[in-house]
């Protein structure tokens, strides 16, 4: 069970898609995360990092293990007070983004959760704020760049004071400027986040730790700065070392 410092504790968690119960997308997975932790999850493609995001929603149903997210154990009672301590960013920002002004669509998860309107309003304004994007409440979403669209997505989840968000390949399609200002943002958040990311990179800039997956499993899990520099365990984890690091 997690500890009180604790805002993500797994215990051999297992994981097989239907019909495919003989090969675990995700095996033996034994994890904690801290409160107000940046964790990076990288790994190659299929070694399960998207799938494991799935599950700390409960997008995906447990199967094999034990996962206690925010205090509560993943269970089908506990999934709404779950996903009001628990954010999700998608990859692809415009499949969650739906309303039609970027105002409308940041105030939307407070509104669903029933505060009253007063407070909606003050948390949209805030959290439009905390990600630097208040000059574009009332327009269009469809008007937004990609990386206007990445933080009005985290605008969204932050109108709930959540204590850890999740992210899947946030810094895919963003020019650097976006990048840059993505990866300030993040760092002065206070929740807890887990990153899946290909961008070793962004993940060295964002993140104090990293869990590295392979073949389903975690091949090592420790600071950033030591796993991030060791060519020989990321080679034999079909990475390479991030881009600032490898010889011109």
Known sequence: MANSES???MQDLTFCYDGH????VLQDINLNIASGQRVGLVGCNGVGKSTLLKLLVGILPMQQGTLEVAGLAMQRENLASIRRKVGYIFQ????????????ADVAFAAQNYGYPTEEVTARTHRALQQVHIEDCADRP????SGGQKKLASIAGIL??????ILMDEPSAALDPKNRRN???????????MLIA?????????????????YEGRIAADGPAEEILH?????????????LRFQSI
């Open 7 to 9: 805002i993500l504790t």
């Open 21 to 24: 119960s003989a090969v675990p």
């Open 92 to 103: 692809d920002s415009d499949s969650q983004l739906f309303m039609p002004t970027v105002a």
């Open 141 to 144: 979403v469809y008007r937004l």
């Open 159 to 164: 109108t709930l004071d959540p204590e850890l």
């Open 182 to 192: 993505l990866m300030d943002i993040l760092r002065g958040l206070p929740c807890a």
């Open 197 to 213: 990311s290909h961008d070793l990179d962004f993940i060295y800039d964002t993140c104090d730790r990293v869990v590295l997956l």
């Open 230 to 242: 060791d060519g020989a365990l990321l080679a034999d984890c079909d990475l390479e070392l991030p």
